[in-house]
């Protein structure tokens, strides 16, 4: 079951604190300090202080108590600190002034699905998928509920359509118990091979390529390639790095076609010559001078748009996955925190992303000197 993150232990008492909220006055933004004590909410819950960061958010809501933002939050804390009856009401006073909300309705499926009230979670997310089509996290809770309820068909086509939304569901599925019911169905059986062709029709061409993006074991991703090589659906090229060969993947012209390919990545074949070795790391060597910069200046705007170069398949994403993995992973979590918590975060954390660059850097100057020997 795939939750918003993980719960964690409540045995250890917090203390509670009274907390001063800041003076108002005509010169402020009378939404200041809703947004202050919102932010300081964030931040614990980041710190996985739950127990304070509630109360932080219920004063918020002292301040504005229909805010549909700060309930949401406060709804998080309830639920994994497993205060399910609060966690119900606050998703049910969201749906009072917005019934359409579908990451409410996804979030009180959840509180249902742990109270094992299956069929309720499923009644809730179906609202969640009505409201918004697009919401793989609902599509993915979904399968999970029919397949708990034994509804086989519905869970595997719930579960494909999760999928085509976003790739990363597929190993969830693979390994997630909920979809013990379906697990020998030969549609399951299937998805890994929709999931194969979707990420190659992403941009990712190489098999560490697309088992990175689709989380499946590398014999699973290898056996489906092969499947869909056998079908007639992919192609499989060749380029060279170094003195060896890799194979990659892409899409026949006419699949390709009817899936609406998007931008290939950095390595894709195109009917222009591919990028040599030596290039794309001078590429990669650009792109750091410029993070460097980017951090040191401390603009959280910047940064994150650069780390897209080093995560984008249609621009380094593939190399760094190829290359370097583990830091190709850690960029990819600092977006994803510095989209949360802002300069703060980029502050703190500032020398380590520098100590990062700099080690990718050495490397690469290391390879550019080979290639050119």
Request: net charge negative; proline share 3%.
């Amino acid at each position: 079951m795939k939750k918003p993150f993980q719960k964690k232990s409540t045995e250890k008492e917090i203390e509670s604190k009274e907390i001063d909220l800041p003076e108002e006055t005509s010169l402020v933004d009378p939404d200041y300090n809703r947004k202050k004590l919102f932010k300081k909410g964030v931040n614990l819950m980041a710190d996985e202080k739950l127990e304070e960061a509630a109360i932080i958010f219920e004063q918020a809501l002292r301040i504005e108590p229909t805010n549909i933002e700060t309930l949401m939050k406060l709804g998080y804390t309830r639920f994994h600190l497993e205060e399910y009856s609060d966690a119900l009401k606050i998703y049910d006073k969201i749906l009072e002034i917005d019934v359409t909300n579908p990451e409410a309705w996804n979030l009180k499926a959840l509180v249902h699905y742990e109270q094992k009230s299956f069929s309720k979670a499923l009644d809730a997310v179906e609202k969640a998928v009505e409201s918004d089509p697009t919401y793989g996290m609902a599509w993915y809770n979904k399968a999970c509920f029919l397949s708990l309820v034994n509804q086989v068909p519905e869970s595997l086509e719930a579960l494909k359509r999760s999928i085509e939304i976003d790739v990363k569901n597929a190993r969830k599925s693979i390994r997630d118990k909920d979809f013990n019911n379906v697990r020998i169905e030969e549609g399951f059986k299937r998805i890994e091979e929709v999931v194969v062709l979707e990420s190659i029709r992403q941009g990712y061409h190489t098999l560490g390529a697309i088992v990175w993006t689709t989380f499946l074991d590398k014999a699973n991703a290898d056996d489906a390639i092969r499947k869909l090589l056998e079908k007639g659906l992919i192609v499989q090229h060749e380029k060279r790095d170094g003195l060896s060969k890799i194979p990659i993947y892409d899409l026949t012209s006419d699949v390709a076609e009817r899936m609406g390919k998007e931008k290939k990545g950095l390595f894709g074949i195109t009917k222009k010559q591919l990028p040599k070795p030596i290039k794309n790391l001078k590429e990669l060597s650009q792109a750091i001078q410029s993070i460097r910069e980017a951090i040191e200046e401390e603009n959280v705007e910047k940064t994150i748009e650069i780390f897209d170069e080093f995560i984008d398949p249609s621009k380094s994403g593939e190399q760094m996955i190829e290359q370097f993995f583990e830091e190709h992973r850690e960029i990819r979590l600092w977006k994803i925190r510095l989209k949360d918590r802002g300069v703060d975060y980029l502050i703190e954390n500032k020398n380590k992303m520098l100590n990062l660059f700099d080690n990718v850097e050495v490397t690469i100057t290391k390879k550019l000197r080979n290639e050119i020997s």
